[in-house]
DNA sequence: ACCTGAACACCGTTCAAGT
DNA sequence: ACCTGAACACCGTTCAAGT
């Protein structure tokens, strides 16, 4: 039922992406998606390049632009794939509990390439699958007795808690990936300086709790407020 | 008392930053750091470039190998100075003010160069002022009863919840920035596509509320759940 | 109609050479 | 000790030319 808590970005040797040959006149946006999506797969975010898509498809890196105006326009194109999942929406009748699987859900949607998360929640949201999520949840609030102002409110809170949280998790993995291409680097995130700061010294043992139950601790935090189902 | 909620970041024309003339053997760190702050300062983000400071002080591009060992790690170095701000951490004796008055801070402080925040949001934490602002926070919610591991629950979740706002608020910054550069663009953030997404189209009129409020009732949210003070 | 390839105006970083 | 400058290996994008 519920996909696996992976973060499946490649070891990100910055290794070339064998090319895939493309005959002439075939060239689609759905054929430079999926290429696209492809070397993000294989190398992470940083191999992401026209160039690159160029010599993975064979094609000289320049063709793309009959079909995407800018790398930009692909990327969003990118987004909305991700944000899109492959999961269909929570629909259980139980509001609360769908409300809450589909913060789940959308977090695991970013975090399935994290090297990709930062760049997309970098660019201003757009595609049909955000919009989609948007009025999936705010239906449900307001399923739960909320007038439109008070969903639109808690929505937006759970939204960038949300994004918020897939963003920290993000630049962890790719600090873990920075440190295994140049060994010897120490922790900053989880080895905070805690030297005359006895509050974080306190909280440290805390940090390196496993981040989808803590993830589940701050949804726990922001509906607990809200009301009880009648 | 609350520092205006601006956000200066300049207009972006990608003009020139003029130059300050360097005598030679002054270069430091600091030096250093100004220039790039003024450099963003003026032109946002986008113009800080190694060359960029270079040619604002008048010297090589390649001269600042010797005080920062990567671009990167002279960028954590202006974020530690933006997370630091100026103002002193709020402590009236009022926990639960002082919490809601840190984390405007911190937004204001972010927000200060719109176009920095994404930037800055992408590295790993490692400041001193990051950890400064962790200790402080998670200080009062101790003081407000907690453990020291609700404490840090708390602590992340009012955390991700600033940084998701601050990066959403620095999205739309940099759209209307794109806009008026090349006028005629759509703002899609607040256009949504709301045909056939009813529950959206009843939020539309409550996503133009101004982000200060917003930002403050979801404060409100997360906060409300926190024990009365005894 | 669709793709090519040269070209433009940039990047961050390294390293031998200068002063 | 400190800075220079050429060089390396890249970027995204434009546009005239080809097929």
């Given at each position: 039922?519920?996909?696996?808590?992976?973060?499946?970005?490649a070891?990100?040797?910055?290794?070339p992406v064998p090319?895939?040959?493309?005959?002439?006149?075939?060239?689609?946006?759905?054929?430079?998606?999926d290429a696209a999506m492809e070397i993000v797969r294989i190398g992470g975010a940083d191999a992401f390049s026209?160039?690159a898509l160029?010599s993975r498809l064979?094609?000289?890196?320049?063709?793309?632009?009959?079909?995407?105006?800018?790398?930009?326009?692909?990327?969003?194109?990118l987004?909305?794939?991700?944000?899109?999942?492959?999961?269909?929406?929570?629909?259980?009748?139980?509001?609360?509990?769908?409300?809450?699987?589909?913060?789940?859900?959308?977090?695991?949607?970013?975090?399935?390439?994290?090297?990709m998360?930062?760049?997309?929640?970098?660019?201003?949201?757009?595609?049909?699958?955000?919009?989609?999520?948007?009025?999936?949840?705010?239906?449900?609030?307001?399923?739960?007795?909320?007038?439109?102002?008070?969903?639109?409110?808690?929505?937006?809170?759970?939204?960038?808690?949300?994004?918020?949280?897939?963003?920290?998790?993000?630049?962890?993995?790719?600090?873990?990936?920075?440190?295994?291409?140049?060994?010897?680097?120490?922790?900053?995130?989880?080895?905070?300086?805690?030297?005359?700061?006895?509050?974080?010294?306190?909280?440290?043992?805390?940090?390196?709790?496993?981040?989808?139950?803590?993830?589940?601790?701050?949804?726990?935090?922001?509906?607990?407020?809200?009301?009880?189902?009648?």
């Open positions: 039922m519920t996909a696996p808590d992976t973060q499946e970005d070891p990100h040797t910055g290794a090319p895939h040959r493309t005959p002439r006149g075939t060239l689609s946006r759905e054929l430079l998606l026209m160039r160029g064979e094609v000289d890196p320049t063709a793309f632009y009959r079909h995407f105006r800018t790398k930009n326009e692909l990327l969003d194109a987004a909305d794939i991700l944000i899109a999942g492959d999961e269909p929406l929570p629909s259980t009748g139980d509001a609360r509990a769908d409300l809450r699987e589909s913060l789940h859900q959308l977090r695991r949607c970013l975090l399935r390439h994290p090297t998360a930062a760049v997309i929640l970098r660019r201003p949201p757009g595609g049909r699958a955000y919009w989609e999520r948007a009025n999936h949840a705010i239906g449900l609030l307001r399923g739960l007795g909320l007038s439109a102002e008070a969903a639109t409110s808690v929505y937006q809170t759970l939204l960038f808690y949300c994004l918020g949280h897939v963003l920290s998790e993000a630049r962890a993995v790719a600090a873990a990936v920075a440190r295994d291409r140049r060994p010897g680097t120490p922790t900053a995130t989880f080895n905070p300086p805690a030297h005359q700061l006895p509050d974080l010294a306190a909280a440290v043992p805390f940090l390196r709790a496993d981040t989808r139950t803590q993830f589940n601790e701050g949804l726990d935090l922001i509906l607990g407020s809200l009301p009880a189902p009648g």
